[in-house]
């Protein structure tokens, strides 16, 4: 079964290159600086312990990297860039292609199944950085990172128990879940301090403003019926992967605090911190932290400020 890793970036390609690096076939899907350095170099995988380049292929879009009905797809672009990749996916392969969405937030999952019949999530915990072009950085030790498979919206099949034998052999812990929706909204609430983060700095990630935002978060999901996992089940990861110095640096910040160092010109707010004010505005119930923390990541984004530019007190006050 071969891999295609669409969205090379830090979590794409660390899960790309350490299935390559254990012999699996892999090509990664990348665009821009990172693609030409990919081309003409290689991807070089920093961890705690090691330092490679590894030569694995790559292409600029589906259609140039041959899908047939043997691969499976995952999803590892960010949540904004979804749409616009499933449309050039469904284009060029196969119908009952398996795409697995490796991305955070909950909407991937509900697009993929408009175009693909057989669609999975994939709940991640991988804390990586992708801050240059051709370069990732996998902070996750002894582990990569936890990685955890089902069937959209429910159950496992053996596209699912492929994919866990191949990622545990190869520096994940992988496991097949039957209800894995669940755990990736537990993973949204944990992604809301994303914004606080990228606006107030890392020291703000477990301050009030993260835990105001979660307060909401709860709240919605609550109103709306939708079961999550809850602290206990998710805690029961403790201890399997710690957050290591790379290259003598500790991780700089999370994917949307990259995504402003990078100036890419979006992030992925809309669909973290967003997805909890829509859900709010469906159920009545006001969310103004987690708007305000959406409105402020695309001030900074259309400003082109850099990320930690607000201080937290000033959004409190605002509040």
């Not at 429910?154 to 596209?159: A, H, I, L, M, R």
């Given at each position: 079964?071969?891999?295609?890793?669409?969205?090379a970036g830090?979590?794409?390609?660390?899960?790309?290159?350490?299935?390559h690096?254990h012999?699996?076939?892999?090509v990664?899907?990348?665009?821009?600086?990172?693609?030409?350095?990919?081309r003409?170099?290689g991807?070089?995988?920093?961890?705690p312990?090691s330092?490679?380049l590894l030569?694995v292929?790559v292409?600029?879009t589906?259609?140039e990297?041959?899908?047939?009905?043997g691969?499976?797809?995952?999803?590892?672009?960010?949540?904004q860039?979804t749409?616009a990749?499933?449309g050039?996916?469904?284009?060029?392969?196969?119908d009952?292609?398996p795409?697995?969405?490796?991305?955070?937030g909950?909407?991937n999952?509900?697009?993929?199944l408009?175009?693909?019949?057989?669609?999975?999530?994939?709940?991640?915990k991988?804390?990586?950085?992708?801050?240059?072009?051709?370069?990732v950085?996998a902070?996750?030790s002894?582990?990569?990172?936890?990685?955890e498979?089902?069937?959209?919206p429910?159950?496992?099949?053996?596209?699912?128990?492929?994919?866990?034998l191949?990622?545990?052999?190869?520096g994940?812990?992988?496991?097949a879940?039957h209800d894995?929706?669940?755990?990736k909204?537990?993973k949204?609430?944990?992604?809301l301090?994303n914004?606080?983060?990228?606006?107030?700095?890392?020291?703000?990630r477990?301050g009030?403003?993260?835990?105001?935002?979660?307060?909401?978060?709860v709240?919605?999901?609550?109103a709306?019926?939708i079961e999550?996992a809850?602290?206990?089940?998710?805690?029961?990861?403790?201890?399997?992967?710690?957050?290591?110095?790379?290259?003598?640096?500790?991780?700089?910040?999370?994917?949307t605090?990259?995504?402003?160092?990078?100036g890419?010109?979006?992030?992925?707010?809309?669909?973290?911190?967003?997805?909890?004010?829509?859900?709010?505005?469906?159920?009545?119930?006001p969310?103004?932290?987690?708007?305000?923390?959406?409105?402020e990541?695309?001030?900074?984004t259309?400003?082109?400020?850099p990320?930690?530019?607000?201080?937290?007190a000033?959004?409190?006050?605002?509040l």
């Amino acid at each position: 079964m071969r891999y295609v890793i669409y969205g090379a970036g830090a979590v794409g390609g660390t899960i790309g290159a350490r299935l390559h690096d254990h012999g699996h076939e892999v090509v990664l899907i990348a665009r821009g600086r990172h693609l030409e350095a990919l081309r003409n170099s290689g991807l070089r995988l920093q961890r705690p312990e090691s330092d490679e380049l590894l030569d694995v292929a790559v292409a600029a879009t589906p259609a140039e990297a041959g899908i047939t009905a043997g691969d499976v797809v995952l999803l590892t672009m960010k949540s904004q860039d979804t749409d616009a990749a499933l449309g050039a996916l469904a284009t060029s392969s196969p119908d009952d292609i398996p795409v697995v969405c490796a991305q955070n937030g909950v909407e991937n999952e509900r697009l993929a199944l408009r175009r693909h019949a057989r669609v999975y999530g994939m709940c991640v915990k991988l804390p990586a950085t992708h801050l240059e072009p051709g370069v990732v950085q996998a902070s996750g030790s002894p582990v990569s990172g936890i990685l955890e498979v089902g069937r959209y919206p429910s159950g496992t099949d053996d596209v699912v128990d492929r994919m866990v034998l191949d990622l545990s052999a190869s520096g994940f812990i992988a496991r097949a879940h039957h209800d894995v929706m669940r755990l990736k909204y537990h993973k949204l609430l944990m992604n809301l301090a994303n914004a606080v983060e990228a606006v107030c700095g890392r020291a703000e990630r477990r301050g009030e403003l993260s835990r105001r935002a979660r307060q909401e978060g709860v709240a919605v999901l609550a109103a709306t019926g939708i079961e999550v996992a809850s602290d206990e089940e998710a805690r029961q990861d403790a201890g399997l992967m710690t957050m290591e110095a790379v290259a003598g640096e500790p991780r700089s910040g999370g994917s949307t605090w990259q995504s402003l160092a990078r100036g890419t010109g979006s992030t992925e707010v809309d669909y973290l911190n967003g997805e909890i004010v829509l859900l709010g505005r469906l159920c009545g119930i006001p969310t103004p932290v987690n708007e305000l923390l959406r409105q402020e990541v695309h001030r900074l984004t259309r400003e082109e400020r850099p990320p930690g530019s607000i201080p937290a007190a000033e959004l409190l006050a605002q509040l």
